[in-house]
């Protein structure tokens, strides 16, 4: 897998956009980048994936930069419910497993 | 919305007595996981199932552990005979042939040796 790099926390006001970021300088041109979240002690929950392009759903952006040495989630409107930690990975292309970080812890305050 | 379903949501349970977690996976899903989460700490993998077999596994998927897939619903996790340090909370995922990143996971089994 490879290695990824998060700030350990942020902070966001809610209704503001939140802007994560992760490095991942040493992704292979097959490799996938995933970021989930993990509400208090819920299940992780898968938010979106991309592997060149911008990726957006309903509850997410993704912006990978040309390099692809890094990208960044977008939470566009963030609420108080967001508060989570965000995990970013890049998993090898021959392998199912997802191997979690320690993520950034991202608080949402009113 | 389908969801990854677990059961029990708390288990407690003697040193050495043998437990079973059950996970109802997203019914169209052939990819199967179980990982683990002790408390404070980092999601763990433990191990991946398809075609009714491990595909792949990590060093705490030891022989005291087992996956089966007894019916075309359930998937299941058996520790043999647990540890103290077997607490944690356990979380079964599921995916289907698409990017197999895309993993849903079901909301968990906290599991307590005493």
């Known amino acids: 897998d490879a290695k990824t790099t998060q700030p350990p926390s942020m902070d966001c006001a809610e209704g503001r956009a939140a802007n994560l970021p992760c490095n991942h300088s040493t992704i292979s041109g097959n490799e996938y980048v995933y970021w989930y979240r993990q509400i208090h002690s819920q299940g992780p929950q898968y938010i979106i994936h991309?592997?060149?392009n911008n990726e957006t759903n309903e509850m997410a952006s993704l912006i990978i930069t040309e390099d692809r040495k890094s990208s960044t989630l977008i939470l566009p409107h963030a609420t108080l419910r967001d508060t989570a930690v965000y995990y970013c990975?890049?998993?090898?292309?021959?392998?199912?497993?997802?191997?979690f970080g320690t993520g950034t812890r991202l608080q949402v305050f009113p | 919305e389908p969801e990854v379903t677990q059961t029990p949501s708390h288990q407690v349970t003697q040193m050495g007595q043998e437990v079973i977690l059950r996970c109802v996976p997203i019914?169209?899903?052939?990819?199967f996981y179980w990982y683990r989460q002790i408390l404070g700490q980092k999601v763990e993998f433990l191990v991946s199932?398809?075609?009714?077999?491990?595909?792949?596994k990590s060093e705490i998927f030891d022989d005291q552990f087992s996956v089966e897939r007894p019916d075309g619903s359930n998937f299941t996790l058996k520790i043999r005979s647990t540890k103290l340090e077997d607490s944690a909370m356990y979380f079964c995922?599921?995916?289907?042939?698409?990017?197999?990143?895309?993993?849903?996971f079901g909301p968990g089994t906290r599991l307590l040796v005493l």
């Open positions: 995922a599921s995916t289907g042939l698409a990017t197999r990143g895309t993993q849903y």
């Open positions: 991309g592997l060149k």
């Open positions: 199932f398809y075609n009714n077999e491990i595909s792949e």
């Open positions: 990975i890049a998993p090898s292309y021959n392998t199912d497993k997802l191997i």
């Open positions: 019914s169209n899903h052939l990819y």
